[in-house]
């Protein structure tokens, strides 16, 4: 299996008017092509910002994070924006929907930015769209749907550039339990079925437990890396 993602002791450190902040304190990490990894950890531990700079939405300050074989330190920002838009795809806790947008814009949005033709556009999001369950709803605007319908959408819209790698902070976190059950069943599926590695961030164990592999932050270190059915928790 060839690594997706490879970090080598990454380390992140915030300037604040207080000082310097460590936050990420030496990560080495590697999840291979098809992986299904869930992170978790305390709040404040870091998993948000790993998250930023897996998604090259950040800079580490010291150590190498390889993408694709790709050192990322070494790339102009020109060349991060290309592989935002055709490598991964993100899925937040807020859903992140245009209001005034049909769900088939929505879903259509990143592919503006690839330069896709407006037909093309459509066809796709639509063909998303259906296979998240909600082809019938092409036309209806975000605010006219459920909770887990917007999350499926915005499911639908990370998928839409066919991204190798989909990273999640929290997508259930806005959900009540049964709907976060069918969010992760749709999660499960896309990594079964067409292979995306899959990064999720949890603060919920039930929710962990539809990946493989569990990756433990604490204080910016990882505490626990390994099979999720295995995991004790971490001691102090
Ligand atoms: N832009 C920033 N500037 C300064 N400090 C920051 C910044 N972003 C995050 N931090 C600090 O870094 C630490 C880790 O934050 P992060 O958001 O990664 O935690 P988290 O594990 O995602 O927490 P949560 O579970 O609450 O979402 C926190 O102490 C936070 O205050
Ligand atoms: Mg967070």
């Not at 970090?7 to 999840?31: E, N």
């Not at 603060?203 to 890396?225: E, I």
């Amino acid at each position: 299996m060839s690594a997706v993602i490879q970090l080598d002791a990454l380390s992140k450190d915030y300037f604040t008017d207080a000082g310097a902040v460590s936050v990420l304190k030496g990560v080495s990490l590697t999840i291979s092509r098809g992986e299904f990894v869930a992170i978790m950890g305390p709040s404040g531990s870091g998993k948000s910002t790993l998250m930023n700079i897996l998604g090259c939405l950040d800079i580490p300050s010291g150590g190498a994070y390889r993408l694709d074989g790709t050192d990322i330190g070494t790339l102009p920002e020109s060349e991060l924006a290309r592989l935002r838009g055709q490598v991964i795809g993100f899925v937040f806790q807020g859903f992140n929907l245009l209001p005034r947008m049909s769900l088939g814009n929505n879903v259509a949005l990143p592919l503006v930015y690839q330069h896709v033709g407006k037909s093309e556009r459509l066809t796709r999001a639509a063909d998303m769209l259906s296979r998240v369950g909600l082809g019938h709803l092409v036309d209806s605007l975000p605010t006219r749907i459920s909770g887990g319908q917007q999350q499926r959408v915005a499911i639908a819209r990370a998928l839409v550039t066919r991204p190798s790698l989909i990273l999640a902070d929290e997508p259930t976190g806005n959900l009540d339990s049964h709907t976060g059950r069918e969010i992760m069943e749709l999660f499960q599926r896309i990594n079964r079925e067409q292979g995306i590695t899959l990064v999720l961030v949890t603060h919920d164990m039930s929710v962990a437990r539809y990946a493989q592999r569990l990756v433990y932050l604490k204080d910016g270190v990882l505490a626990y890396d390994g099979p999720v059915a295995e995991f004790q928790g971490v001691t102090a």
